[in-house]
């Protein structure tokens, strides 16, 4: 009979340990990938509040400052349109605080990840690929660094995710999400009137 060590049977015993939480653990993810997807978000965005700890400052983001300030005070005069209201709108919500600005941009590229994940589903994408995907954009630090940043970027990514995921909800069949389409479509447009265009792609696509 083969001799084994007290520290064969130790290693033996904690390797047959790791190996179930292991098991535990991706199974749950398996059964949870949504919650997952928060978790990984929630984490590495704190890790990044942690390590950066300030919101950065563009030349773009004196314009939407300013008009966040005139939402506010409700004073458009000689207001000439320089900057649409569509994110001003988000930084007069926060008052205009850098930080709580930032935290509100955190949660936004939270939500992003969560309709994302869904939006991959509508496109027939498997779970697995979906969740993978997602997962590798909630650690792509360039959007991350958008979202410590007083810029329209997250907020943008946020509207053209979830105007995807309505066309494909609306191509399955739901045609029901008319009316939410077409006013995110608006909203985008508000954020950037670059967008303007986007209804009548996803029309020629429909």
Known sequence: MQYTSPIDIKLNFIKKNLLNTFAKIRKWVTDNPIKSIIIVGTL?????????QYITLYPDSEGYVELAKRILNFDFSSYEGQRSPGYPILLALSN?????????????????L??????????????????????ILSCYLPTIFFEVAILTETLTLLVVT???????????????QYINLGILCGYLVLIKPFYVFLPVILFLFY
Do not use: D, P
Request: hydrophobic share 50%; aromatic share 20%.
């Open 162 to 176: 979830l105007i995807l995921y309505l066309f494909f909800r609306i191509r399955s069949g739901e045609s029901n």
């Open 114 to 135: 969560i309709y994302f994940y869904k939006t991959c589903l509508s496109v027939r994408l498997s779970k697995k690929i979906s969740f993978y995907l997602t997962i």
């Open 96 to 112: 205009i605080s850098y930080s709580t600005t930032g935290a509100l941009q955190f949660i936004i590229g939270i939500v992003t």
């Open 44 to 52: 590495v965005r704190l890790v990044v509040a942690f390590l950066y």
